[in-house]
């Protein structure tokens, strides 16, 4: 297939070598000009993904009408912050028969839309050819070719189908589902509960406080989910959980760094300064505290995050009221004898 991939960050570059090594024809999109210019020299993310070099084959661009004409597929792989505005870029040239694939985790804070609504929004003509790509998968890995499993998700099974047959190879496995809302909710929300578990390590805690945050986070992004029209299988699954264990735990989460940092002591924009990269829990945190209550879901940990991210509450303070909430069960629907 020919396909471009819109971005040219970690993940962006990551997909990239897969989808050639897939023995697709590959162009690659970037507003950046010097981020362009590098990429073609050395065909390297000198800074993003260092060590992940890509065939000389691939097209570099900054033009986005070029990316757009004749092209297969579009990989929309810009951070969620930037998703409206590149749409925008990409509508004028997008036909109806084209197919589009968000890897964009995130939801808008002024509008509370996922990814894909935000899409839609912008690229109407685009319809059904809509899929989204989502699970426990870091850049730095699937770039070295490690064993990774992901999730095409679409509300037409031939859609879901292509994406799967386009992206799938003996070390990049991919499922399928029609359940777009809970896929990118899964990969939007645990951002935010990463973000908590980074804060907690920066405090000090130990593997009891991440396992709590992980097991506790799960619990609140499911009961929003499942209000918002997910199914309840899917936060069990490859973006709910899944994604939620990486990128809780994982050396190359920018989100558990980031709240390390923090926890250590910096406000967000510093922490996101060191990161030098989106920290995409920061843009989705004051969204989920929004959507919690649109649909009066408990969130405590989102609660708390945003307390620290945005009203300076001392993280330990954060962590102390977590802790001395009310009692309650933690199975509600089981009866006692």
């Not at 040239?93 to 694939?101: F, L, M």
């Not at 578990?197 to 805690?205: K, P, R």
């Not at 097991?215 to 199914?231: F, P």
Request: hydrophobic share 45%.
């Amino acid at each position: 297939m020919k396909i471009s991939v819109i971005g040219a960050g970690s993940w962006a570059i990551a997909l990239t070598k897969l989808l050639t090594i897939n023995e697709n024809e590959l162009t690659v999109w970037s507003i950046d000009p010097e981020e362009i210019v590098m990429l073609k020299k050395y065909c390297e993310h000198k800074t993003k993904l260092p060590g992940v070099i890509l065939p000389g084959n691939v097209t570099f661009t900054t033009d986005i009408e070029m990316a757009v004409e004749g092209k297969d597929m579009l990989v929309i792989a810009v951070p969620s912050p930037f998703v409206r505005s590149t749409s925008k870029l990409l509508a004028p040239y997008v036909k109806e028969d084209q197919i589009i694939v968000s890897v964009a985790k995130g939801i808008e804070e002024s509008t509370l839309m996922r990814m894909s609504e935000v899409i839609l929004e912008e690229i109407p003509q685009v319809g059904k050819n809509l899929a989204v790509l989502c699970g426990p998968s870091h850049a730095e890995e699937v770039g070295k070719c490690m064993p990774t499993t992901i999730v095409a998700g679409a509300k037409d099974y031939e859609i879901a189908k292509l994406v799967q047959d386009t992206f799938m190879n003996d070390f990049f496995r991919v499922y399928t589902s029609p359940d777009v809302v809970g896929i990118e909710l899964g990969a939007a929300l645990k951002n935010v509960i990463a973000l908590a578990a980074g804060i907690a390590d920066g405090l000090g805690c130990g593997d009891n406080t991440k396992a709590a945050l992980i097991t506790r986070g799960i619990v609140e992004i499911k009961k929003l989910g499942v209000k918002m029209g997910g199914h309840p299988e899917t936060f069990s699954g490859l973006t709910g959980i899944g994604d939620l264990i990486v990128t809780c735990a994982s050396v190359h989460s920018r989100n558990r760094k980031a709240g390390y940092l923090i926890g250590q002591g910096m406000n967000y924009h510093e922490a996101m300064d060191e990161v030098k990269m989106i920290v995409e829990g920061v843009y989705s945190a004051k969204a989920a505290k929004l959507l919690a209550e649109k649909y009066d879901v408990e969130m405590p940990i989102v609660e708390a995050v945003n307390e620290i991210l945005f009203e300076d509450l001392p993280a330990k303070d954060a962590l102390n009221n977590l802790l001395t909430r009310d009692k309650k069960d933690e199975i509600s629907i089981a009866a006692w004898e």
